[in-house]
């Protein structure tokens, strides 16, 4: 098969043939329809993940069933599915409970295998960590659910547990950011969105953000508080750095919650995080990590409604090739909303699939 490959640790990626996977046990190989590019993969090309060598990233993906292993017994060839980044075990406690996404046994495609820039991938535990696509939902749309726009939502929803009339402050307006603002929109949040990048709060706007805040020196607490009466009700840091996450704790009124989405990388350093404030306003700081398969339902009733739309997040749709010289300078990419990589050749340019092409 075709796939995107780097040899060592920030060389080149090339495209080339490479072997094509085998379902492992209890797991499936799917043929790719769409797969996202996204900052993760980035980190993992930049040698900031334990990976194996050669290796193939990518990890927010949907497409075709192509093979199954005998214990399968919930999907069969052909169905169209896409995967959580983080595939759970399916048999210890917490897979057991639905929340896979803290599986302590879970495997990652594009990290702890090769992963979705590639023309198929292997999934593991595939009874448990696949989630239907129906045929009303885009390839690339699901696909853009895989990471961010879901765990955009699991910050919101389950761990945030916003309600409607809230103010939510979202510091970064790439995909998670972006993703955040529109799905805090649709469940009724008042948002503030934060960034560095004028052209990406534009889109932020258009999104349903309330109020645009540019982050060029900024006094970015002081701001949401004038806009807030006191501050926000949650926070969401989506960038991922000592300053963004304490710019959203400050942002918080008392007794706020700050969902930590952005990766918080050991290669800068351990992050000083305000917590003399935490203390004094009783605020919740909560981590998020994507969301288990088991909650994806809820997420895609919203979706085939119309209600949340990720598709209109996709600014762009690139080959395996163009895809290989982008991926070393996606962290300096000022690239708005998502890229959406097209490994077979058969999506148009927004990401939709072209007929008979698979
Ligand atoms: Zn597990
Ligand atoms: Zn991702």
Not at 66 to 94: I, Q
Request: proline share 6%; net charge negative.
């Amino acid at each position: 098969m075709r796939a995107l490959i780097f040899d060592a640790i920030k060389a080149r990626p090339e495209v080339r043939e490479v072997p094509e996977p085998k379902a492992p046990p209890g797991g499936v190989v799917v043929r790719v329809a769409a797969t996202g590019m996204c900052r993760s993969d980035w980190h993992a090309w930049a040698g900031h993940d334990e990976i194996a060598l050669p290796h193939i990233p990518g990890h927010e993906l949907a497409g075709v069933i192509a093979e199954t292993a005998p214990e399968v017994t919930r999907w069969r060839v052909g169905d169209r599915v896409t995967v959580p980044f983080a595939c759970g075990c399916g048999r210890c406690e917490w897979c057991r409970s639905g929340q896979a996404q803290v599986c302590p046994d879970q495997e990652q495609p594009g990290f702890t295998h090769w992963g979705s820039f590639a023309e198929y991938v292997a999934l593991h535990a595939a009874d448990s960590n696949l989630v239907a696509v129906p045929d009303s939902v885009d390839f690339a749309a699901a696909a853009s659910l895989g990471c961010r726009f879901a765990t955009a939502y699991r910050a919101l929803a389950g761990r945030a547990r916003l309600t409607e009339g809230e103010w939510v402050t979202v510091v970064g307006s790439g995909g998670v950011g972006l993703s955040t603002v529109m799905i805090a929109r649709a469940l009724g949040g008042r948002v503030i969105a934060v960034d560095r990048n004028p052209e990406a709060l534009a889109v932020a706007a258009e999104l349903g953000a309330e109020h645009t805040l540019l982050a060029d020196g900024t006094d970015v607490p002081a701001a949401v508080a004038g806009l807030t009466d006191g501050g926000s009700h949650i926070a969401v840091d989506a960038v991922g750095s000592e300053q963004t996450c304490a710019d959203a704790i400050l942002s918080l009124r008392r007794r706020g919650r700050h969902v930590q989405v952005g990766l918080l990388p050991p290669v800068d350093g351990h992050p000083r995080v305000p917590m003399a404030r935490v203390i004094a306003w009783e605020l919740d700081v909560l981590g998020s990590h994507g969301m288990a398969a088991a909650d994806y339902p809820a997420m895609m009733a919203l979706v085939e409604r119309g209600a949340l739309a990720p598709q209109r997040l996709i600014e762009r749709t690139i080959g395996l090739e163009e895809a290989a010289d982008l991926l070393p300078r996606f962290d300096s990419a000022t690239v708005a909303g998502m890229t959406m990589i097209d490994p077979a050749g058969g999506l148009d340019r927004l990401g939709r699939t072209n007929a008979g092409a698979l």
